[in-house]
C-alpha cells in the first residue's frame, strides 16, 4: 500500500489515494499504521476516495479505528494532496464528509498548496444535536460532574462533538488524567472531544484538546472551530479569532451572515512510502 504521511499543524494521518490504492479493512490498517512504535506513527488514516456529491470524498479514522465524521486539519492535508498530485488544478473544491459536503479554498505558493481555507459549516448547538444526554436547548457554561469534580462545560457540534473547558492554564492542565474521563462520560452517548482552553483577550485564545479514540493530539481543527463559536457565545471574543494549539496557529472566523465557520491554515507533507502491511496487529 502507497501512502503519503502529512500534517496540519502537527495533527498527523496517513493518507492513501483511493483512486489508485483499495483498502478492503480500513479500520485495522488504521490501528496498525498509526501506532508510533509498531506503525508509520499518525494520529489516524485518511483515504481519498471518488464522490458522488462533490469532488472528493474523505474517510477519516482514528488511531483506535474508529471513523470520524470529519477532521479540520486532516481535510486542509487533502485538499494539498489532491492538488499537489495532480488530481485537481482548481482551487475552489468541494469534499464530502460523514458530517455533509464542505467548500476548501486552496492557495497555490510555488506551484504547491501551503494554506487552505475551510468552510467548516453551521456550528450545531442544540442539546440533541451535539449529542448530549439532558434537557433540550443549548449547552452554555452548564455544571457537568466528572469523576467527582465540577467543571463549567460549553457544547458545540462542528459535524462531530466537542466539549469546551476554559480554564486558568491549558499547559499545565492535567489533559491526559481528565481527557479520558470526558470521553467516555455517560452525557456524551457518542463520546466527545474535549478541549481545554485559557481566552488571552478578544481575539485569541490557546488550547490543548484529546479527541476521541486518539487521545491528546497537538492540534484539531473541527475543535478550534467549536472554541471560536463557544469563545463567542459566552462573550468571551469577537468572532473573529487566532486559537493557538500545541502544534502551532490557525485563523477562525464565525460569519454573522451566513451562520459558517471558515477556517485557515497550514498543510504540509512529511513523506511519502510503501506499507508491508506489518505493524501493531502482529506484535504480541
Same mark, same amino acid.
Given at each position: 500500500?502507497? +501512502?503519503?504521511?502529512?500534517?496540519?499543524?502537527?495533527?498527523?494521518?496517513?493518507?492513501?489515494?483511493?483512486?489508485?490504492?483499495?483498502?478492503?479493512?480500513?479500520?485495522?490498517?488504521?490501528?496498525?499504521?498509526?501506532?508510533?512504535?509498531?506503525?508509520?506513527?499518525?494520529?489516524?488514516?485518511?483515504?481519498?476516495?471518488?464522490?458522488?456529491?462533490?469532488?472528493?470524498?474523505?474517510?477519516?479514522?482514528?488511531?483506535?479505528?474508529?471513523?470520524?465524521?470529519?477532521?479540520?486539519?486532516?481535510?486542509?492535508?487533502?485538499?494539498?494532496?489532491?492538488?499537489?498530485?495532480?488530481? &485537481?488544478?482548481?482551487?475552489?473544491?468541494?469534499?464530502?464528509?460523514?458530517?455533509?459536503?464542505?467548500?476548501?479554498?486552496?492557495?497555490?505558493?510555488?506551484?504547491?498548496?501551503?494554506?487552505?481555507?475551510?468552510?467548516?459549516?453551521?456550528?450545531?448547538? *442544540?442539546?440533541?444535536?451535539?449529542?448530549?444526554?439532558?434537557?433540550?436547548?443549548?449547552?452554555?457554561?452548564?455544571?457537568?460532574?466528572?469523576? @467527582? &469534580?465540577?467543571? *463549567?462545560?460549553?457544547?458545540?457540534?462542528?459535524?462531530?462533538?466537542?466539549?469546551?473547558? +476554559?480554564?486558568?492554564?491549558?499547559?499545565?492542565?492535567?489533559?491526559?488524567?481528565?481527557?479520558?474521563?470526558?470521553?467516555?462520560?455517560?452525557?456524551?452517548?457518542?463520546?466527545?472531544?474535549?478541549? +481545554?482552553?485559557?481566552?488571552?483577550?478578544?481575539?485569541? +485564545?490557546?488550547?490543548?484538546?484529546?479527541?476521541?479514540?486518539?487521545?491528546? &493530539?497537538?492540534?484539531?481543527?473541527?475543535?478550534?472551530?467549536?472554541?471560536?463559536?463557544?469563545?463567542?457565545?459566552?462573550?468571551? &471574543?469577537?468572532?473573529?479569532?487566532?486559537?493557538?494549539?500545541?502544534?502551532?496557529?490557525?485563523?477562525?472566523?464565525?460569519?454573522?451572515?451566513?451562520?459558517?465557520?471558515?477556517?485557515?491554515?497550514?498543510?504540509?507533507?512529511?513523506?511519502?512510502? *510503501?506499507?508491508? @502491511?506489518?505493524?501493531?496487529?502482529?506484535?504480541?
Amino acid at each position: 500500500m502507497k +501512502f503519503t504521511k502529512m500534517h496540519g499543524i502537527g495533527n498527523d494521518y496517513i493518507y492513501v489515494n483511493g483512486f489508485e490504492e483499495q483498502i478492503d479493512h480500513p479500520a485495522e490498517v488504521a490501528r496498525a499504521v498509526s501506532d508510533r512504535h509498531f506503525g508509520i506513527g499518525a494520529d489516524g488514516l485518511i483515504l481519498i476516495l471518488p464522490s458522488t456529491r462533490a469532488d472528493f470524498r474523505m474517510r477519516m479514522f482514528n488511531a483506535d479505528g474508529s471513523e470520524a465524521q470529519m477532521c479540520g486539519n486532516g481535510i486542509r492535508c487533502l485538499a494539498k494532496y489532491v492538488y499537489d498530485h495532480g488530481l &485537481t488544478r482548481q482551487t475552489m473544491i468541494q469534499v464530502e464528509t460523514l458530517a455533509g459536503v464542505l467548500e476548501l479554498q486552496l492557495f497555490p505558493h510555488g506551484g504547491v498548496i501551503d494554506k487552505v481555507r475551510v468552510k467548516m459549516g453551521a456550528p450545531r448547538l *442544540e442539546r440533541a444535536q451535539i449529542p448530549m444526554q439532558g434537557p433540550a436547548g443549548q449547552v452554555l457554561c452548564e455544571p457537568l460532574v466528572v469523576n @467527582g &469534580t465540577t467543571f *463549567e462545560v460549553t457544547a458545540v457540534s462542528m459535524g462531530n462533538p466537542h466539549c469546551i473547558v +476554559f480554564v486558568d492554564d491549558p499547559h499545565t492542565f492535567d489533559v491526559t488524567g481528565w481527557g479520558p474521563h470526558f470521553e467516555h462520560h455517560v452525557a456524551f452517548p457518542e463520546g466527545v472531544n474535549t478541549e +481545554f482552553v485559557r481566552v488571552l483577550d478578544a481575539h485569541t +485564545f490557546t488550547m490543548r484538546v484529546w479527541e476521541r479514540g486518539s487521545g491528546e &493530539t497537538l492540534a484539531c481543527g473541527t475543535g478550534a472551530s467549536a472554541v471560536a463559536v463557544a469563545c463567542h457565545l459566552t462573550g468571551r &471574543t469577537g468572532r473573529r479569532v487566532t486559537g493557538h494549539l500545541l502544534g502551532g496557529r490557525l485563523e477562525l472566523a464565525w460569519d454573522e451572515t451566513d451562520n459558517q465557520v471558515y477556517m485557515t491554515g497550514p498543510a504540509a507533507e512529511v513523506f511519502h512510502g *510503501e506499507w508491508s @502491511g506489518k505493524g501493531a496487529d502482529n506484535h504480541d
